[in-house]
């Protein structure tokens, strides 16, 4: 993962709002991303679990819906908290990383549901199987900032 990156940062107040897009957020361990419907405990799917602190997807899996589905959104629009760049997050599943500051451990992959595809109005469940991000936890507070590198601890 030579150069990941944090490409945006994204978050919703309360279940089904529409995300705001962030220059930098707050992480919070054992909470989530400080002002985020998770973090808040009014996200649609809350559980009180590590797996929905922080969620990831790769700007290149975005770009890849609209490529081979023409199916376009939003960054935002993903329902993801922070967009990539270069950065293969399936790979980061069991293992810790860094944002930024931030030390995070990928618990599991975020695949698409019907729900995503509900708010977004499009048909975007079959383009982003397994391609629909990560589930991550958050391990030590700090900030996060759109450019902050990710780099894997250990490598």
């Known amino acids: 993962m030579p ?6 940062i994204h978050i919703a107040s309360a279940a089904e709002a529409a995300p705001q897009s962030l220059g930098q957020v707050v ?9 985020d419907r998770y ?4 996200g649609t799917f809350y559980e009180p679990r590590p797996d929905y602190e922080l ?9 890849a819906l609209e490529r081979e589905d023409k199916i376009t959104i939003g960054a935002g629009e993903a329902r993801r908290n922070i967009v990539t760049r ?10 810790e990383f860094t944002i930024g500051e931030v030390r995070i451990r990928g618990i599991r992959l975020c695949e698409p549901c019907d729900h995503l595809q509900k708010l977004t109005g499009k048909k975007v469940l079959k383009g982003l199987i397994h391609r629909g991000g990560l589930r991550a936890q958050i391990l030590t507070k700090g900030t996060i900032r759109v450019g902050d590198k990710i780099q894997v601890i250990g490598d």
């Open 3 to 8: 150069n990941g990156t944090v490409e945006s």
């Open 27 to 35: 992480a919070i361990p054992g909470e989530g991303l400080e002002g």
């Open 39 to 42: 973090a808040l405990k009014t």
């Open 55 to 63: 969620t990831l997807i790769e700007a290149e899996a975005v770009e």
């Open 86 to 95: 270069n950065v293969p997050l399936n790979h980061l599943v069991g293992k």
